[in-house]
């Protein structure tokens, strides 16, 4: 099945320590997270951020987005 010519990216429902989250990738950027806004101070303030993902090493060495 052919790529949606709309479509930019993916995006997957994650959950950390009970906090949920998504995870994925945008064409063009790369590795992305989104957040629910936690201080989020009126109406015009955005309900979600989105991050560029970095890589982070666990201490047992493995590696997570």
Known sequence: MPKDPNQIGALWLKEKNGHKYLSGII?????????HNKKKQSEKSPDY???????????AGDEVF
């Open 49 to 59: 951020r989105i991050l560029k993902s970095q890589k982070q090493e666990r201490q």
């Open 27 to 35: 064409d063009g950027i790369g590795p992305v997270v989104v957040f």
